[in-house]
């Protein structure tokens, strides 16, 4: 990133703390003649180049762009986020760029990787669900940590290295715009034993994209994982858990299982580590425990959430190795097939 283009985003970006900020006031500030689409060109260059910045727009029109770590700050800052808002967004875009922007969101509900609002429990839209099955595995007590949104280049790693250290494994749920930022992350995640499923390419609300839009979410993912690892995922996560019958029809083609969960730590809302905790000391065998491997204060949890789950008799577990033979399309909540889903 150029120099120039790099202190006008400093001067304007306070990572960590407030993740909205509004370039264009910020920058005409500083003097510096750039118009918005510059800064998403320069994201994408660095998204190409380096892996430094990805940037999107999420529903509103808002664009959003993303710096990693040590991009614009302090590694310790974490990752950067920066909202424009639509009008803003409108005046600086240029005609062209206002094309591709219509193009892309509509009708896109994309996130900012960085702050996922999850719903507590997973959306239920025209959908019959099958029992979860039940496989021998469970028999040996198995619980199922899952991580949601990652690979982080800042807080991941630490996961991973805690995760060697307990001798546990866990499945990472990643989008794809994640992965092809930190591929290195996801061959280490993959080398350690680890599963890794599909969380989509940007998180929207599958139900609300058109078949076309589905599959692409998906199958761009698998493509990014496989080229990777090798391996294509079999596991979709929903992003909110929101599903209907065209995603699981799609799934079902693309021969994956979608998996939702039903212990949510809630940890992307409050960012406290016994919350966490709590939430998982309520886990009993064939649980599947939603977590998101982006939050700092997640990471700082995982060690005391493992020592827990093990002093209650639990084995962590893949989720493969939890629930064995998925079918493709078919929901899971759980491993307990005895009770339905939750
Ligand atoms: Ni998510």
Redesign the pocket.
Known sequence: MSQVIREALAAWLTPAESSEHRIPTALRSTGVNISLINVAQVAVNELETDGDAAFGFISQGDLVVGFNAYTLAPGSAGAATAALSDPEVRRWLGESSVQGRAATISPLSA?IPQQ?E?ISQPKQTNQQQEPAQHSDRTEQACVALTF??GPSGSTTPKLLEILTDKQATATF?MLGQQVRSFPDMVADIAAAGHEIGN?TWE?PSLPSLDKEMIRQQIADTNRAIADITGRTPTLL?P??GATDEAVTVISSELGMAQIMWNIDTRDWDHHDPAQTLAAVKLARQGDIILM?DIHAETIAAVADVIDVLREQGLTLATISDMLGDTSPGKIYYSARSEEGER
């Open positions: 996130q996922p999850e949601d949104d749920f969380h998180h996560r992003p909110y998101h």
